[in-house]
């Protein structure tokens, strides 16, 4: 990755580069708000509810950026990813509530949020130059470069991404709301599945309540709050 065109973008801004790193999660843990770190590789990759990141080296963005808290951060990221490989690829990913980043039906990143020390470290992956994927991830992983038929340059990803993360971070809760509301496809009219501690909701969507919760109307007319991620596509 040519790094030297990152920091060339943000002269201001302190960004470390690994070769190779357990997470970038990690690594960002300590670091001063508006660091970013970034690795080729990563060997103990986080995704969400304890799952691993599969970080396929030289391939894809691992990188975690420190913020300060703001409501619905993990929403605003996804937002900010997508607007990133529109203005960088011109391709237009869905995101599917609260934190994957989709296209053509398949997962192509995904958002870890995480407070510490009173900062949030903000994770973003995202499968850019990936040409398979192991047999478990298939059927639903997909790469930028896969759906776009040529190799992507990650760094106008970043450079677009480091400015979409600064502009929506700054956008109130109730308009992260209001566009997230707008680019996702999940989150309103869309048939789901969604696995439950409790047991399996199936429904169509009805956008998100102010807590950013994802209301689901089942078929006896029930609507469910989900709060915790899990939802898969159902066809209409
Ligand atoms: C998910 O969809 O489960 C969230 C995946 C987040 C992956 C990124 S890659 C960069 C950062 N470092 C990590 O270890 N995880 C996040």
């Not at 502009?167 to 696995?195: C, D, K, N, P």
Request: with cysteine; hydrophobic share 45%.
């Amino acid at each position: 990755m040519d790094i030297s065109r990152l920091r060339a973008a943000f002269p201001e801004r302190r960004i470390e580069y690994y070769d190779e790193v357990d997470s970038t999660m990690l690594a960002a843990a300590c670091l001063p708000l508006r660091s970013v770190v970034l690795a080729e590789r990563q060997t103990a990759g986080q995704g969400r509810h304890g799952r691993t990141w599969h970080s396929e080296p030289g391939n894809g963005i691992y990188c975690s950026v420190v913020l300060e808290p703001t409501p619905f951060l993990t929403l605003a990221l996804g937002l900010a990813a997508q607007q990133a490989i529109v203005d960088a690829v011109g391709i237009a990913c869905d995101l599917r509530w609260p934190n994957d980043l989709m296209l053509n039906g398949r997962k192509v990143g995904g958002i870890l949020v995480q407070l510490v020390d009173g900062s949030a470290i903000a994770g973003i992956g995202i499968n850019v130059n990936h040409g398979s994927f192991p047999a478990e991830l298939a059927e639903e992983a997909t790469s930028l470069r896969l759906a776009a038929g040529r190799e992507i340059a990650r760094e106008e990803i970043l450079v677009a991404l480091l400015a979409a993360i600064d502009a929506f971070a700054a956008e109130s809760g109730e308009t992260i709301l209001r566009l997230f509301t707008q680019a996702s496809s999940y989150a309103v009219g869309r048939r789901v599945r969604v696995e439950q501690p409790g047991g399996v909701v199936v429904g169509t969507t009805e956008g998100l309540d102010p807590a950013g919760y994802l209301r689901v109307r089942q078929d006896d007319g029930t609507v469910t709050l989900i709060v915790a991620g899990g939802v898969r596509a159902l066809s209409a």
